[in-house]
C-alpha cells in the first residue's frame, strides 16, 4: 500500500510539472504585414524596353489587376523614366513585391500575361535568359540561320519544345528568356543550345517527343 501511494504522488508531481511546463509557454500572435516590414515602405522599378510600350498600353488594365487586387502593390508607369514603378503598402505581403516585379519584367522580356502571371501565383518559377553567342560565337548569316533554326518554321521547333518541357520561350533578337521551373527550363536550355550549335531540327523534335512521354509518366 504504501508503495501504491508513492506511486501516485510521484505521477501527480509529474503531471503538475507538466501542467507548469504547457503553462508556461508564451503565446505570440501573427505579425501582420506592416510589422514585419517595421512600416517601412519597399520600392522597386522595372524598365520597359520601347518596343513593349504598344502591348503595355494595351495589357495595362490585365497587368495592374493582379498587382493591385492580389498582391496588394501600388503601381504606376513613369512616362519620364519609362518604367513601371511599384511600392509596398500596410497591406502587402512579405516578397509581394519582389513577385511583382518578377511579372512586370517577364512582360517586358516578352512573355504574354497570362503566362507571365503564373510568376505570381507559384514559387518554382523563374526566368532564364542568355544570349546565342553565349553558346557559340557567331554572326552575320550564320547568326540569322541559328535564330531560325531555333524558331522554325511558323514557329514549329518553338512550340514544339514548349510542349514538351512544359515552358515558355521567348526569341528576342539574339537573346533567349526562357520561362519555368528549374529543371523544365533545363531541358528546354539543352534543346535550344542544340540548334544553336547546329543539330537538325529533326532529331531535336524526336529527343522532344522522348522527353514529353518520359514527363507524361512521371506525372
Request: charged share 25%.
Amino acid at each position: 500500500m504504501e508503495v501504491d501511494s508513492m506511486a501516485v504522488e510521484q505521477e501527480m508531481d509529474v503531471a503538475g510539472e507538466a501542467g507548469a511546463v504547457v503553462a508556461s509557454l508564451p503565446q505570440f500572435k501573427p505579425l501582420t504585414a506592416e510589422e514585419i516590414t517595421n512600416g517601412t515602405t519597399q520600392f522597386r522599378r522595372v524598365r520597359v524596353p520601347a518596343h513593349r510600350f504598344t502591348p503595355l498600353q494595351q495589357q495595362w488594365q490585365n497587368i495592374l489587376s493582379p498587382l493591385v487586387e492580389h498582391m496588394k502593390l501600388a503601381v504606376r508607369f513613369n512616362p519620364k523614366t519609362r518604367s513601371v514603378e511599384m511600392k509596398t503598402g500596410p497591406e502587402t505581403e512579405p516578397g509581394a513585391l519582389a513577385k511583382g516585379a518578377d511579372f512586370v519584367a517577364a512582360f517586358a522580356m516578352g512573355f504574354e500575361v497570362q503566362d507571365a502571371i503564373a510568376l505570381l501565383r507559384l514559387d518554382d518559377l523563374y526566368v532564364e535568359s542568355f544570349e546565342v553567342c553565349d553558346v557559340k560565337r557567331l554572326t552575320g548569316d550564320h547568326l540569322s540561320r541559328a535564330i531560325g533554326r531555333i524558331a522554325g518554321q511558323s514557329g514549329k521547333t518553338k512550340n514544339a519544345i514548349e510542349n514538351a518541357t512544359r515552358t515558355r520561350i521567348v526569341v528576342a533578337d539574339h537573346r533567349i528568356h526562357i520561362l519555368g521551373s528549374f529543371q523544365n527550363i533545363k531541358i528546354a536550355r539543352d534543346a535550344v543550345c542544340r540548334l544553336i550549335l547546329g543539330a537538325p531540327p529533326g532529331k531535336v523534335y524526336n529527343q522532344m517527343r522522348g522527353v514529353a512521354s518520359r514527363m507524361q509518366e512521371r506525372f
